[in-house]
């Protein structure tokens, strides 16, 4: 990633709340939070004000503690639920220059098929359960327009074994998988339509040490090979650290903190920041 080349993804000033908010939050300089809490309407500001670019081929980490906005922030990137304000431009010739939370669901849906995969943070989110694993991601391939049977699973078997699915389970529904097993699913269906954006939520997240280490080489191995563009999203720092070319610091909806993440493990600058830093050690 060098900075004088474009960002392929740009995002400003994205604002997600739930609730309508009242007299004494209305007013983003004078509102008082508790976190992220309208303690009088109980309004939740689950993203505040969040601008960042991701370049082409880097992997971005977003960091924060539980409910500091990370899925919040995923989920409106991918238009599975409306941003209360904000915009984001693609940096192709396709899309340039428009506000893409302003297309219509047509338009969305066509980006999500197209241009973007997402790794849920609950793989019940990302997967049919109760499909064959190289169902699901044939269904993938069919949402972005393949029609040929035999390309298809062509496709499939070829991705599940990029996964290190073992292609006898091939067949098999996700439900019967380790949680391990189903990320890895969820990441091969979402590199199927070859995404130049990639959104992983928590992708390693309540996997064992061995297998957290073994999706963290999968997915660096993808970037390498494949030069997407990655939003990794996890509040441990050790991953983060594993995987991110740069860092965002998230708490209670805001970005605190952004940077190179080697500067950011270094020399922290935000309290909390230096807290979670301090605490790999
Ligand atoms: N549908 C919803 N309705 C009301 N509040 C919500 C909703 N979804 C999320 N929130 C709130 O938004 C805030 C951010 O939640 P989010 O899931 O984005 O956090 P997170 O950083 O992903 O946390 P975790 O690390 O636990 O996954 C939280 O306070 C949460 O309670
Ligand atoms: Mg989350
Ligand atoms: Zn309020």
Do not use: W
Request: hydrophobic share 35%; charged share 20%.
């Amino acid at each position: 990633m060098l900075k004088h080349e474009q960002p392929l993804l740009y995002v400003q000033n994205l604002q997600k709340k739930f609730g309508s908010g009242c007299e004494s939050c209305k007013d983003s300089e004078t509102r008082m939070l508790t976190k992220n809490y309208c303690a009088h309407c109980g309004t939740v500001y689950a993203c505040r004000n969040v601008s960042f670019e991701v370049y082409p081929g880097e992997i971005l980490g977003i960091v924060g503690e539980s409910g500091s906005g990370k899925s919040t922030l995923m989920q409106c990137l991918y238009f599975d639920t409306e941003v209360t304000s904000g915009e984001v431009y693609f940096n192709d010739m396709e899309l340039r220059n428009q506000n893409l939370f302003t297309l219509s669901s047509q338009k969305k849906r066509y980006i999500r098929n197209h241009k973007y995969g997402m790794v849920y943070q609950n793989p019940v989110n990302g997967l049919k359960m109760n499909f064959s694993s190289i169902g699901n991601i044939a269904e993938k391939l069919i949402a972005a327009g393949n029609r040929n049977v035999g390309e298809m699973e062509t496709v499939g078997k070829r991705l599940l074994g990029t996964v290190h699915i073992p292609l006898f389970r091939m067949k098999e529904e996700p439900k019967n998988f380790s949680g391990g097993m189903q990320q890895r699913v969820q990441i091969a269906k979402a590199l199927s339509n070859n995404p130049p954006v990639l959104f992983l939520d928590e992708v390693t997240t309540g996997l064992d040490l061995s297998v957290q280490a073994a999706v963290i080489d999968l997915i660096k191995k993808i970037q390498r090979e494949l030069h997407i563009s990655m939003i990794v999203v996890s509040h441990d720092l050790a991953v983060i650290r594993m995987l991110a070319d740069r860092t965002l610091v998230m708490l209670n909806g805001e970005v605190i903190e952004e940077g190179l993440t080697d500067q950011i493990l270094e020399d922290p600058i935000h309290a909390y920041t230096q807290q979670l830093v301090y605490s790999l050690l």
